[in-house]
């Protein structure tokens, strides 16, 4: 196992890709524009779940985040079996799989959604842009990596970032403490999308980037059902199921809980996990625009100089060195 980037290529029989053996040039090309999508659709996922709990005061983040998995998993599932591209999950895989789900999205959802709701969007997308350089450094704890100087010059101008987003003019929570507690949720989004991205590299090469998000579903819906109920089901009657709510939850279920990381899993495998991270630090300027098209934000040079330099930062991060070429 390559624990820096995945980039074995598996026979006919069992190729994740979108389509067969396309020229070099073009298959980069592909995979390239794929994970500029996942990146745009997760950016628009902030904003959306922001519009959501501003139009509808009823619904929790655990009914949010479940009606999401209900969603896609019944895109996924019965998609693929009807096309006969579900693979079973191989004997001793399946603990990967219930980590891998149970990072992401059980956690990780709980943890984005409740920081969102207390933050704005822009602020929640920048913060959880800080995942690639925080991967690259627990490569270098986890499997010995070198942790070039550049890589902490990423980090630093990064966190430099923030600080100047945060500054950067108008209301970047209700309150102080919501601010900190938001923080606090993003924060700990980060970490477990760190530890997902540590487990997928594990099982990226044995199976198709759907089949990987398909289960990822499945057993995700599978934590957040039981708890939902359990903790939120007895509000169920109170939320208005209207057209917009509908149409806004199969957004987020259908475009970025499944084909994001649809995208996002096949580019994994193809660049590895670490360059396939790079591409999360992009979520920011989508995030960003999607709310000044919406009015959720205002435009604010100090605050875009903000988003800049996380983005230069993250980039510097996820530099290569002369020894360390593209595998693509």
């Given at each position: 196992?390559?624990?820096?980037?995945?980039?074995?290529?598996?026979?006919?029989?069992?190729?994740?890709?979108?389509?067969?053996?396309?020229?070099?040039?073009?298959?980069?090309?592909?995979?390239?524009?794929?994970?500029?999508?996942?990146?745009?659709?997760?950016?628009?996922?902030?904003?959306?779940?922001?519009?959501?709990?501003?139009?509808?005061?009823?619904?929790?983040?655990?009914?949010?985040?479940?009606?999401?998995?209900?969603?896609?998993?019944?895109?996924?599932?019965?998609?693929?079996?009807?096309?006969?591209?579900?693979?079973?999950?191989?004997?001793?895989?399946l603990k990967w799989?219930?980590?891998?789900?149970?990072?992401?999205?059980?956690?990780?959802?709980?943890?984005?959604?409740?920081?969102?709701?207390?933050?704005?969007?822009?602020?929640?997308?920048?913060?959880?842009?800080?995942?690639?350089?925080?991967?690259?450094?627990?490569?270098?704890?986890?499997?010995?990596?070198?942790?070039?100087?550049?890589?902490?010059?990423?980090?630093?101008?990064?966190?430099?970032?923030?600080?100047?987003?945060?500054?950067?003019?108008?209301?970047?929570?209700?309150?102080?403490?919501?601010?900190?507690?938001?923080?606090?949720?993003?924060?700990?989004?980060?970490?477990?999308?760190?530890?997902?991205?540590?487990?997928?590299?594990?099982?990226?090469?044995?199976?198709?980037?759907?089949?990987?998000?398909?289960?990822q579903n499945l057993?995700?819906?599978?934590?957040?059902?039981?708890?939902?109920?359990?903790?939120?089901?007895?509000?169920?009657?109170?939320?208005?199921?209207?057209?917009?709510?509908?149409?806004?939850?199969?957004?987020?279920?259908?475009?970025?809980?499944?084909?994001?990381?649809?995208?996002?899993?096949?580019?994994?495998?193809?660049?590895?996990?670490?360059?396939?991270?790079?591409?999360?630090?992009?979520?920011?300027?989508?995030?960003?625009?999607?709310?000044?098209?919406?009015?959720?934000?205002?435009?604010?040079?100090?605050?875009?100089?903000g988003i800049v330099?996380?983005?230069?930062?993250?980039?510097?991060?996820?530099?290569?060195?002369?020894?360390?070429?593209?595998?693509?």
């Amino acid at each position: 196992m390559n624990p820096a980037g995945v980039t074995n290529h598996r026979d006919n029989a069992g190729a994740a890709c979108v389509v067969c053996y396309p020229p070099r040039a073009v298959k980069k090309t592909l995979v390239n524009l794929l994970l500029g999508l996942a990146s745009l659709f997760w950016g628009a996922s902030f904003i959306l779940t922001k519009e959501i709990f501003g139009s509808e005061s009823h619904i929790t983040v655990l009914q949010l985040i479940t009606f999401r998995m209900v969603c896609a998993t019944a895109v996924t599932i019965p998609l693929l079996a009807a096309i006969r591209q579900l693979e079973p999950i191989r004997r001793g895989d399946l603990k990967w799989f219930l980590l891998l789900a149970f990072a992401e999205p059980f956690l990780y959802c709980i943890c984005e959604t409740s920081g969102v709701q207390l933050v704005s969007g822009s602020l929640s997308a920048v913060i959880i842009a800080t995942i690639p350089f925080f991967v690259a450094i627990t490569n270098a704890v986890v499997y010995r990596e070198k942790l070039r100087p550049v890589v902490l010059l990423g980090v630093l101008l990064s966190l430099g970032g923030i600080t100047l987003l945060m500054w950067g003019g108008g209301e970047l929570a209700a309150s102080p403490q919501a601010l900190r507690r938001g923080i606090a949720w993003l924060t700990g989004a980060v970490a477990i999308a760190v530890v997902f991205t540590l487990v997928l590299v594990r099982i990226a090469d044995h199976y198709r980037a759907t089949t990987i998000t398909a289960y990822q579903n499945l057993f995700g819906l599978c934590f957040f059902l039981p708890v939902m109920l359990i903790c939120d089901g007895a509000t169920l009657p109170l939320i208005h199921y209207n057209l917009k709510l509908i149409l806004l939850v199969l957004a987020l279920g259908v475009l970025c809980s499944t084909v994001a990381y649809m995208f996002y899993n096949y580019g994994v495998q193809q660049l590895g996990a670490t360059a396939a991270c790079v591409y999360t630090n992009i979520i920011p300027i989508f995030s960003f625009l999607t709310a000044i098209i919406i009015g959720q934000e205002h435009f604010g040079w100090r605050r875009l100089a903000g988003i800049v330099v996380v983005i230069i930062g993250a980039m510097l991060a996820q530099r290569k060195g002369k020894d360390n070429p593209s595998t693509l």
